[in-house]
C-alpha cells in the first residue's frame, strides 16, 4: 500500500507537518504490530524539512567537527622533520613453543584474563532491557530493528552488531550519554568528534531526545547512515 503526503501538493499543507503526523502514526501502529514500513519520497530536497532544528544541529557539527578537522602549519613535515629510511636488523629467533604455552597457562597470563571477560554486548542490552522495564518486543520496535535480528543478538551473548544497531537500541532504551559509550565499547566501537555521525547522535541524547524517527531525519539530511533495519 502507497499513501502520498495528502494535500501537501497544489493544496499547500505544510509538507512537514504532513510528514510529522505519517511519521508519528506509522510509529504508534508498529509499537503493536510486527510490519516493514518503507517511507519513499522523491529526492533530499523535498526531505529538508525542519530547517530551523537542522541548522541547529548544522552549528553543533560545526562546533564539534570543524577544530578536529583543522591542521596546523606546524604539523606540516618539513625537512628536519621528515622520515627517513627505517634500520634494518636481523629478525629475532623464534619463540620456543613449550615456553609460549607455560606462560599462557600461567597466573595473569593471556588464558587466565580470557577467562575474565567482561559483560558483552548482547548481556549488557538485554540487562537493561529488564532494568528500564521494558518488554524485548517494545525495545526492538523502538530501535526499528528487526525481530530475526533481535533473536541472533539474544541467542548468542558474542554476538558482533554494527554501529548503528547498537546506537538504535541506546536510543530506544533512551541511555545517557555515558551509558551510550559504554555500550558501544561492549561492541568494539566508539563516539568521536571526527565523525559527523556520531556528533548527531551526541547532539540528540545530550538535549535528550530519543525519537528515532527524528535522528534518522538528521541523519538523511546530513548525508549519514541510518538507524535500525
Known sequence: MAFPLISSGSYGYPKDQALQTAVDTISAFLLEHDMTVYLVIFDRKSYQIGKERFAEIAAYIDDHYADTHTISR????????????????????????????????????????????????????????????????????IANIDRKLFSKIRGNKLYKPSKPTVIAFAIALELSLEETREMLL????????????????????????????????????FDQNLLGG
Not at 86 to 93: K, N, Q, S, Y
Open 74 to 141: 606546524s604539523a606540516v613535515l618539513t625537512p628536519s622533520t621528515a622520515l627517513t629510511r627505517p634500520a634494518f636488523h636481523d629478525a629475532a629467533p623464534a619463540p620456543d613453543r613449550a615456553v609460549c604455552e607455560k606462560r599462557i597457562k600461567s597466573p595473569g597470563s593471556l588464558e587466565a584474563a580470557l577467562a575474565r571477560l567482561d559483560e558483552s554486548f548482547s548481556e549488557m542490552l538485554l540487562r537493561k532491557i529488564d532494568e528500564k522495564g521494558m518488554k524485548d518486543s517494545e525495545c526492538y520496535k
Open 186 to 221: 561492549k561492541a568494539g566501537f566508539a563516539l568521536s568528534h571526527s565523525n559527523k555521525f556520531d556528533i548527531i547522535i551526541e547532539y540528540f541524547i545530550s538535549h535528550g531526545n530519543y525519537n528515532i524517527f527524528e535522528i534518522n531525519e538528521a541523519l538523511f539530511a
